[in-house]
């Protein structure tokens, strides 16, 4: 079967299009959870991989056994240790072609009880901080005339209100991550960089432990859920592959909600 173009249609070249060989990748917060499986996933897929989070030993543990994979620890919310990885990656690979901002934090007092620099601290992790990268990056790969994809994890907090998880600063961060996303990619769509988000619903990390283990707040989230469950940890991988290779090329501005319906009702 062929394409208009007169392109051939096959299972090689449309697998192919998900595939990352040749291309570096940096993660942060990749000491655990959601950021230590993207960080497997884009190896997997053939990507060169950088990962950095503050604890050091945790990235270590990543990488250890792992070719093309390195370790950069550091903490993004620090604006000059957001220009050292930068110049790091750059330094080691010479290229920067995926970028996936993970790194993020949360609060959890109503906002009435909450202090005015907890709110401050989570905008500047899970919103400044995505910026810096993001402008970092793209500027070494525009200096470079290299194209660039950005995938930004944000979260079905950032699309939709709730009483029950009373996370203010969390969902104002990642609900302006949602905007920043279509921002950067109307700004830099020009120089050939994609930027996408990537809104997971309620998969198990350490943010979302003390939901998973209290019976109730998981029974409220799964009953929320027109799937009728959480989600599992491989159900991310496909979605992130589709924003970070070719396979989107196509898509930028978009935020890609994976949450079993959550945001659908």
């Not at 079967?1 to 993660?27: C, I, Q």
């Not at 990543?62 to 620090?78: E, I, T």
């Not at 604006?79 to 750059?90: A, G, S």
């Not at 970092?136 to 950005?150: D, G, N």
């Amino acid at each position: 079967m062929d394409t208009r173009d007169g392109s051939e249609v096959t299972a090689e070249r449309s697998e192919a299009r998900f595939r990352l060989d040749g291309r570096v990748a940096v993660v942060t917060g990749a000491s655990s959870g959601l950021g230590a499986r993207f960080a497997r996933v884009l190896h997997a897929a053939g990507a060169a991989v950088a990962v950095s989070a503050r604890r050091a030993e945790r990235l270590e543990e990543l990488v250890a056994g792992r070719q093309r994979m390195s370790a950069h620890p550091g903490d993004v919310g620090v604006p000059e240790q957001v220009d050292e990885l930068v110049r790091n990656v750059l330094g080691l690979y010479g290229r920067i072609d995926v970028v996936v901002n993970n790194a993020g934090t949360s609060d959890a007092a109503d906002a009435l009880r909450q202090e005015d620099g907890d709110f401050e601290r989570v905008l500047g992790v899970n919103l400044a901080a995505p910026y810096r990268v993001s402008r970092q990056a793209a500027r070494a790969m525009i200096e470079r005339e290299l194209p660039c994809t950005i995938v930004n994890v944000a979260s079905i907090l950032g699309l939709r209100g709730s009483a029950v998880a009373a996370q203010a600063g969390y969902a104002a961060s990642k609900g302006g991550l949602v905007n920043l996303t279509r921002s950067l990619a109307a700004q830099w769509a020009p120089h050939g960089i994609r930027v996408n988000a990537l809104a997971p619903g309620w998969f198990h990390s350490e943010m979302t432990a003390d939901m998973f283990d209290d019976p109730a707040a998981l029974k409220w989230a799964t009953r929320r859920t027109p799937l009728g469950r959480v989600g599992r940890e491989d159900e991310l991988d496909g979605a992130l592959l589709f924003l970070a290779s070719d396979a989107s090329s196509f898509v930028t501005g978009h935020t890609l909600v994976v949450d079993g319906g959550w945001c659908a009702t």
